[in-house]
């Protein structure tokens, strides 16, 4: 039977109404004691990390978590991760980055509804979590919510209240739930040990564009930001309004040492920047850095990654551009 440690950090999953909204208040021997099962899938510790809504999660916490799994990584055959919805997919990504080449399972799950109450995902969801961590085959970070099992650099939440909150971008889930029973669709192999990181750099933006977004923005974000994430639209490409102001807030941003990177604000399907002229145009005398078909959360979390290994902006952009747990897909 294998041993798990349930690492507890908060969200829906663990809350009661305080009387002026929901906060978490369960702990995590609380959540084990209503979920008895557990004891049929495997040995169970758990440790209470912290006890937070996800929407005050940050860089700090991934750091946490990550050091956590590496403290106790040679006592056990897995780990699960117990998370608030709102921000479950930046810390999926995030870990993804702080431990690499992992052979044991992370896995990060949580509820639309707190596992207090009688009508509540919460317990399937922890008990397909758990069942995940303990079969022979799990490896590296996922997310595991409503039946499946999403590569934690695709996941991303979708909808706000239904069970079926996440989805997997532009990759398959690896594998599902079906009546109880793992069914894996795709086998994944990790040889060697594992990498773990100590550090991140917070100093990442999201700049997403609307019409007339005005370049003044530039100048507010570089005293905060080393690096900014442009979600455009569609496939990608910068806006000009009669001028060239964004070409050459761009250029000032990039010749600074910061790093920029092109996205799309479009969920599926990546950016393509060599379709339209406005893409085209702008990579080829830029020399832009595009995400393709990564997620947003993905892209801000590997940068914040990327930031706190190197000042070089050619070595920032080497380790941006080779694919850590399938973020990369070509």
């Not at 969200?11 to 009387?19: C, H, P, Q, V, Y």
């Not at 069942?131 to 997310?143: K, L, P, T």
């Not at 923005?217 to 964004?246: K, M, N, T």
């Not at 702008?282 to 590997?302: F, P």
Request: charge should be negative; include cysteine; glycine fraction near 6%.
């Amino acid at each position: 039977m294998k041993h798990i440690l349930l690492i507890a950090t908060g969200g829906t999953i663990a809350s009661l109404d305080s009387g002026s909204g929901l906060t978490p208040q369960l702990k995590s021997e609380d959540l084990m004691a209503l979920v008895p099962e557990l004891a049929d899938i495997c040995k169970c510790d758990a440790v209470q990390l912290m006890n937070l809504d996800s929407t005050n999660i940050s860089a700090d916490h991934w750091l946490q978590m990550a050091r956590c799994v590496r403290d106790h990584y040679d006592e056990y055959d897995g780990f699960v991760v117990t998370h608030g919805t709102d921000t479950m997919a930046y810390t999926a990504a995030a870990l993804s980055y702080l431990i690499q080449n992992n052979r044991k399972p992370v896995v990060i799950t949580g509820a639309q509804k707190s596992i207090s109450l009688r009508d509540t995902d919460a317990r399937d969801n922890l008990l397909d979590a758990f069942r995940y961590a303990s079969d022979n085959a799990a490896c590296g970070v996922h997310v595991v919510f409503d039946h499946l099992v999403i590569l934690g650099t695709r996941a991303r939440k979708m909808r706000t209240k239904s069970y079926h909150a996440f989805d997997s971008v532009d990759y398959p889930p690896t594998a599902i739930f079906r009546n109880q029973r793992l069914v894996p669709y795709i086998r994944e192999e990790i040889t060697g040990g594992p990498v773990f990181y100590d550090a991140m750099d917070a100093g990442v933006f999201v700049l997403k564009l609307v019409p007339g977004t005005s370049t003044a923005i530039f100048d507010a974000l570089r005293a905060h930001c080393s690096a900014l994430v442009i979600e455009s639209f569609g496939v990608g490409g910068l806006p000009q309004y009669g001028d060239s102001d964004f070409y050459a807030a761009v250029r000032d941003w990039i010749a600074s040492g910061r790093m920029l990177v092109m996205t799309t604000q479009v969920p599926f399907e990546g950016s393509d920047m060599e379709v339209y002229q406005v893409g085209q145009r702008a990579k080829k005398e830029l020399g832009l850095v595009e995400a393709y078909g990564m997620t947003t959360e993905a892209v801000v979390t590997k940068l914040m990654w990327i930031l706190a290994q190197t000042d070089d902006p050619d070595a920032r952009r080497r380790l941006f551009e080779t694919p850590v747990w399938k973020d990369q897909i070509f």
